[in-house]
């Protein structure tokens, strides 16, 4: 379980090394928003594996009268930020079959943004909670920065701020 996890982290550090958005981000934007939008879903996809990862942490170190609420407060946040996915894979669908000027997707990938922000509160939050000190080996990858380094890679990439 947990080389798992180090190489989840490890893959969402590496993804977030050197990236930004710039002109040439936005140019893409407007030359092709479908592929943008679908280039910020794998990001997002990427942060949501590191919560996955970063939540098994710390979900079992949780007191036992704690884990139920913590459980079912980070299935509702993982819930609304597979929604908003949806939503924008529905709304992307359309744009793709009406072969007209694609709509601008910027509020859609907000609610996303929003969504994933709220596991990382979650996650944050009941980290502060857990029955142990967290401790990793020296060599192994903070979850919690990688989570943190992904998520504003994810916002770079969708071109929030």
């Given at each position: 379980?947990?080389k798992?996890t180090?190489?989840?982290?490890?893959?969402a550090?590496s993804?977030?090394?050197?990236?930004?958005?710039?002109?040439?981000?936005?140019?893409?934007?407007?030359n092709?928003?479908?592929?943008q939008v679908q280039a910020?879903?794998?990001?997002?996809?990427?942060?949501l594996?590191v919560?996955?990862a970063t939540?098994?942490?710390?979900?079992?170190l949780l007191?036992?009268?704690?884990?139920?609420q913590?459980l079912?407060?980070?299935?509702k946040a993982?819930?609304?930020?597979?929604a908003?996915?949806n939503?924008?894979?529905?709304?992307?669908?359309?744009?793709?079959a009406?072969q007209?000027?694609?709509?601008?997707?910027?509020?859609l990938?907000?609610a996303?943004?929003?969504?994933v922000?709220?596991?990382i509160?979650?996650?944050?939050?009941y980290?502060?909670q857990?029955n142990?000190?967290?401790k990793l080996?020296?060599?192994a990858?903070?979850?919690?920065?990688?989570?943190n380094a992904?998520f504003?890679?994810?916002?770079?990439?969708g071109?929030l701020?």
């Open positions: 379980m947990f798992k180090a190489t989840i982290v490890m893959l550090v993804l977030t090394a050197g990236s930004g958005c710039n002109s040439a981000w936005w140019q893409n934007f407007k092709n928003p479908v592929e910020f879903e794998q990001s997002v996809q990427v942060v594996n919560a996955e939540w098994a942490i710390v979900y079992p007191p036992a009268n704690v884990q139920p913590a079912a407060d980070y299935n993982v819930i609304t930020a597979n908003a996915i939503t924008l894979n529905d709304a992307v669908q359309v744009a793709v009406a007209g000027t694609p709509p601008d997707f910027t509020a990938e907000q996303i943004s929003d969504a922000q709220q596991i509160t979650v996650i944050n939050t980290k502060g857990t142990a000190t967290l080996a020296a060599s990858p903070d979850p919690f920065v990688a989570l992904s504003t890679t994810m916002k770079k990439v071109g701020k």
